[in-house]
């Protein structure tokens, strides 16, 4: 698939971020404000480079140049950064699928549009798969709900998280009269899990390594499938 390059939030961006290895005198103070980002950050930046796993308090203290101590102020444990690092990577998904929604053209009948913002969302969540799969993993290699009480901080630049974003797509369709009403209700959940599976099965499992082009011709067929399925 195509390379992309995703925009995390201003408020998590990684410029503050120490590169491994660079040298760093712990602080215990830190200037107003500026602390919790610089961890966060740093957890981003772990995330983008291995994961969920990879998340960890002490190291994310010493990117940032602080003491281990003083991460305790923002962060209660592991677990509150992972949370903050995993909405952060949510709502660059969310991006993702806004980013392909803006090259969706602005011709074609309502029928067309409906269908071309589906399969735009369904793109840009294996193309994000490919080009961040670290911050994928932490995304969705979780418990938790984009759906319930959703977090504001998962949604997108148009505040929506990826869960609405298929939704929407979705309410489109049957706006559009391309999707009959009694055949909407769940059609969001065996959309992602078909999209979901693919991603994975091309990161982590038999598809793994399969060259681009051809992935990119799996990942359209998918979306003619997922299409024809609803």
Do not use: C, K
Not at 161 to 182: K, W
């Amino acid at each position: 698939m195509n390379s992309v390059h995703i925009e995390i939030p201003m408020s998590v961006t990684t410029r503050n971020s120490a590169t491994p290895g660079s040298p760093s005198s712990p602080r215990s103070t830190y200037r107003h404000g500026d602390l919790r980002r610089a961890l966060l950050d740093a957890g981003i930046e772990l995330a983008r480079q291995g994961g969920p796993d990879a998340v960890v308090l002490r190291e994310a203290t010493r990117r940032a140049g602080v003491a281990p101590n003083a991460a305790y102020r923002h962060f209660a444990n592991r677990q509150d950064l992972l949370a903050a690092v995993r909405a952060a990577a949510v709502a660059a998904v969310a991006q993702a699928m806004e980013a392909e929604m803006a090259d969706v053209p602005t011709g074609g009948t309502p029928t067309e549009q409906a269908h071309a913002r589906v399969r735009a969302v369904g793109a840009g969540y294996m193309r994000f798969a490919h080009a961040e799969t670290g911050l994928f993993r932490t995304a969705f290699g979780g418990q938790f709900s984009v759906e319930q009480n959703p977090d504001p901080a998962m949604g997108g630049l148009t505040g929506l998280n990826p869960f609405e974003h298929l939704s929407a797509a979705l309410d489109d369709l049957v706006t559009a009269g391309a999707l009959p009403p009694e055949r909407r209700q769940g059609a969001e959940y065996l959309a992602w899990s078909t999209v979901h599976g693919m991603a994975l099965l091309s990161i982590d499992g038999p598809l793994r390594g399969t060259p681009a082009d051809m992935l990119q011709l799996l990942g359209q067929r998918l979306l003619d499938m997922v299409e024809r399925g609803l």
